[in-house]
């Protein structure tokens, strides 16, 4: 136990001078890291919302609308399919979750109900247990049919949604150019948003606030604006408002209800300037299917008006002069440089499969946060303090052994955290004092169980050996039982609780190594120079 190879000791010195280089930026000013060579480290540990300031949003997602959506999309389908077939049809209503619709020719009943159970597929997700098809169908009779959603469709439908919507969020903060951060679900329908070091949530709150729902329709030329109902197969959609005379009168727009190209179809979108008025502009580009698509529909309505809709409100109406067969455009509209930008990052993160309504806000400020990271910097240095007194005054010399790997372990955990861009939280700065804390016991079941072998009569040498030997069964039960906590705390906890697990975690790895094998080398590195003749401990 006494003897280490020569490779153990080498992969012990790089691991612990690789540590320090990856820590040590930590502990320096942005000034003197700028001025750090290029092969050494330069990043830092990630600060939370709660360390340096930023925003918090708490979003919820509209089911509601999700379900109306998937509801008013059955509708249109059965339209359409009974539509082509000719069969004639009455009573085609949707309320909630529910579509009907009357079949007025009992000839043809059999028909249409081919037609409304090849539009009701199946569903299967063997992780939710799901199966069947996606609405109950039932008839009353007279003709009639009746789709209700079924609850696992419905289920289904959250699940996917939430996952979309998380998603979308992130993308579309990444585009921001922040810096970690951090996205989670809460609960069954409500995302939490924290983005540290964004001390402007006007804008977040306008990034996420949008569905983004981008759809290419062309202007009802016929239809008056104005009216209250506005005709069959047309909608009527208010202008959006001028960004630099916010006062002027909401203006509308009809324009007919089929969506001739689908905004889902874009790859890419971007900002410029008109070269001829210089004022700001979204451009755009599709893909293949897209491109020819908006081909189709500019070569056949030549000066004729294409309105360019964003949920549900009309950003352009302008004038088809020619056809646009390349696949890339540009969006023309009341525009200022910021609003230009923030609708290109809508429309590269994509549309959001749901609303999302802010119900909770706040904004962090720097200066709290200063005082945490202050406040935090005391603990952890008292902490490490008062444990390296107590170990030097109960263990002597060996105590010192042990403040050394403790330090060397509060090195490598910030040296982990750094490398792998971890965030660190208030409640983590908790879980790195903790560790420091029972980074110790080990050290403490090594050195009493020497010292009950040397009362016991065993040579100075033997009872080292055995120390460490029969201590390590002790000491692996014990970090295994911490790491499982912690691990069970990330899996199931949320937002601080992860932070506090996280730092917990690593803090148990890296005091288990510090703890046993750097505290052997310099153990026996000090038995070989020193070479005592009685052990004091």
């Known amino acids: 136990m006494l003897k280490v190879s020569l490779w153990v000791r080498l992969v012990t010195a790089i691991v612990l001078v690789g540590g320090i280089l990856i820590a040590l930026p930590n502990a320096l000013p942005q000034s003197v890291r700028a001025r750090f060579p290029n092969w050494l480290p330069h990043s830092t540990v990630n600060l939370g919302l709660d360390l340096q300031g930023g925003s918090y949003v708490m979003l919820q ?110 993308r579309r903060i990444d585009e921001l150019g922040t810096r970690e951060p951090s996205i989670e679900r809460s609960g069954e329908d409500r995302i939490l948003v924290q983005v540290p070091g964004l001390q402007d949530p006007a804008q977040l709150k306008e990034i996420l606030g949008k569905t983004a729902k981008m759809t290419f329709q062309l202007v009802d030329e016929q239809a008056n604006p104005n009216a209250s109902v506005p005709p069959i197969g047309s909608e009527i959609l208010p202008m959006m408002p001028d960004a630099a ?87 023309q509209g009341n525009f200022t440089t910021q609003s230009a930008n923030n609708l290109a990052i809508l429309l590269r993160a994509g549309a959001l499969p749901a609303p999302l309504h802010i119900i909770e806000e706040r904004t962090v400020g720097a200066e709290l946060g200063a005082d945490s990271v202050k406040l935090g910097r005391i603990a952890a240095f008292a902490g490490l303090g008062l444990v390296a007194l107590f170990m030097v005054l109960r263990y002597g010399l060996f105590g010192l052994f042990a403040d050394i790997a403790l330090t060397m372990n509060v090195v490598l955990l910030l040296a982990v955290l750094t490398l ?12 790195i004092v903790l560790t420091m804390g029972m980074a110790v016991d080990a050290n403490v079941l090594i050195y009493e169980r020497i010292r009950e072998e040397l009362r016991n009569g065993r040579a100075m040498l033997a009872a080292i050996d055995t120390g460490f030997r029969r201590a390590m069964a002790t000491i692996v039960d014990a970090n295994m039982t911490h790491l499982i906590a912690s691990l069970i705390l990330f899996r199931l906890g949320t937002g601080p609780i992860k932070g506090f697990a996280v730092a917990l975690g690593v803090g148990i790895v890296t005091s288990f190594y510090t703890s046993v094998m750097v505290t052997r080398l310099m153990v026996i590195g000090w038995l070989n120079i020193r070479r005592p003749r009685k052990l004091a401990i």
């Open 61 to 170: 997602v509209d089911f509601d609308q999700v379900t109306h959506d998937r509801a008013e999309s059955m509708l249109g389908d059965i339209r359409a399919a009974f539509h082509r077939a000719r069969i004639p049809l009455t009573d085609l209503n949707m309320k909630g979750d529910t579509v009907s619709v009357r079949v007025t020719d009992s000839g043809r009943i059999e028909e249409a109900r081919k037609i409304i159970t090849d539009l009701n597929p199946l569903m299967g997700n063997s992780m939710l247990g799901t199966s069947g098809r996606n609405y109950d169908i039932s008839e009353p009779g007279n003709g009639a049919f009746v789709l209700r959603m079924t609850e696992p469709f419905k289920a289904l439908t959250r699940q996917q949604v939430m996952s979309q919507s998380i998603e979308v969020v992130r």
């Open 245 to 331: 005379n916010k006062d002027l009168p909401v203006q509308k727009i009809a324009v007919h209800r089929r969506v001739m190209v689908s905004g889902d179809r874009l790859t890419d979108a971007g900002t410029s300037f008109d070269q001829q008025s210089g004022q700001p502009v979204v451009t755009f580009r599709f893909d293949s299917v897209g491109a020819r698509q908006f081909g189709d529909v500019t070569k056949e309505n030549v000066n004729h008006r294409f309105a360019i809709v964003l949920d549900k409100q009309v950003i352009t109406a302008p004038n088809i002069m020619n056809a646009i067969l390349g696949g890339s455009g540009q969006i």
């Open 420 to 431: 792998f861009g971890a965030t660190l939280t208030l409640p983590g700065i908790a879980g």
